[in-house]
């Protein structure tokens, strides 16, 4: 067990020092010459929470982990572990009536691939319509909603080797403007076969630029004021933003298993487009294959550090259902709650 322990760590140190190879001091010069990180580059920044209570019980260490359907914002690669058909439902409560919600299907595609459907959405309470000359609000009320819908396709090349691909349609509206965009996601999961060790390795939101539109950038004005002829319909430009996109690398493995009892260790790194890296550890308790006690932490993230959870699982005959909770203490905004249920057959 001692020697599993040790292999667990020295991967992990590895992988952190040949992945810290980018430089974090990346910047861009500004008018004033100072510097500033590449903080606030990208758009639809929905992409980047983290979805399912038992990862991020765990501290969002679970590239590496796998085996149910939040693995689809994780790694791809990792339905791959889902037997059978499955489907999962996930909903987090933020601050000033913002949520967050996922919901996912699984289907096996013969004895190699795995198809699945999900489909996330991030969305604002109402908020009152102000102007210049009403500022108390004009009695009108609006949302900002942003959505994503994902369709995944995982497989196995070989006993240790399995991959997964994921292809986005993702709609970022507010008001009645809109922006929308494709992209994809790619990931890959390797076991080891040394004491339960899988590696993993994915990258996300692989796509184009988007731009919002509607009919508020639409106005009839004329060429010249001093002229006398009628205003000509004309359109405001505005700037095209990328998305968010991330690399992550991850290593997981059984720190302890015995008949009734197992721990489950995990180590992730992640660089992003617009932020800074970040390391994620996480531990998952199991009794009996029922009860699930979860830990974890985050380094380098400006909100989010400490993550913890648990989980109830239930299984009779070809039907097993599951219950996960966690929170995440933040800095600004309190306390994040997440809940996901799992049902499926097998």
């Not at 599993?4 to 040949?18: D, K």
């Not at 731009?211 to 002829?229: C, E, M, W």
């Not at 993550?307 to 905004?333: E, H, M």
Request: hydrophobic share 40%.
């Amino acid at each position: 067990m001692k020697k599993s322990i040790l292999i667990l760590v020295a991967i992990a140190t590895g992988l952190t020092l040949n992945l810290y190879g980018i430089d974090e001091s990346r910047v861009v010069g500004s008018s004033s010459g100072e510097d500033f990180k590449k903080v606030g580059a990208a758009g639809s920044q929905f992409l980047k929470i983290g979805i399912g209570a038992r990862a991020n019980g765990m501290g969002g260490a679970f590239s590496a982990v796998g085996g149910d359907l939040s693995s689809i914002f994780w790694n791809p690669a990792g339905i791959y572990g889902i037997k059978g058909t499955k489907a999962d439902f996930s909903y987090t409560q933020y601050f000033a009536d913002f949520t967050h919600s996922y919901a996912a299907v699984t289907i096996p595609v013969g004895e190699q691939f795995r198809l699945a459907a999900s489909f996330v959405g991030f969305s604002s309470g109402d908020i009152p319509v102000t102007t210049v000359d009403r500022p108390e609000g004009t009695g009108e009320f609006f949302r900002s909603s942003d959505v994503s819908a994902n369709l995944t396709f995982a497989g196995k090349l070989t006993e240790q080797f399995t991959f997964g691909i994921t292809g986005k349609y993702i709609n970022n509206s507010f008001y009645s403007m809109v922006a929308d965009g494709f992209a994809f996601d790619v990931g890959t999961q390797y076991e080891t076969g040394l004491s339960g060790i899988k590696l993993g390795f994915s990258i996300h939101n692989l796509g184009s630029q988007q731009r919002y539109q509607g009919q508020p950038l639409t106005v009839a004005a004329k060429v010249n004021q001093n002229l006398n002829a009628a205003p000509i319909d004309a359109s405001f430009l505005t700037y095209g933003y990328t998305i968010p996109i991330t690399f992550r690398a991850g290593i997981s493995g059984e720190l302890y298993a015995e008949e009734d009892n197992k721990i489950i260790g995990a180590f992730d790194f992640a660089t992003l487009s617009d932020a800074p890296e970040q390391y994620a550890v996480g531990l998952e308790y199991g009794w009996k294959d029922f009860l699930y006690v979860r830990a974890g932490y985050v380094l380098g993230h400006d909100q989010n550090g400490l993550g913890a959870g648990f989980g109830l699982k239930y299984q009779s005959g070809d039907f097993d259902s599951r219950i996960d909770y966690s929170v995440n203490p933040t800095q600004t905004f309190g306390l994040i709650n997440r809940l996901t249920v799992a049902i499926g057959l097998n």
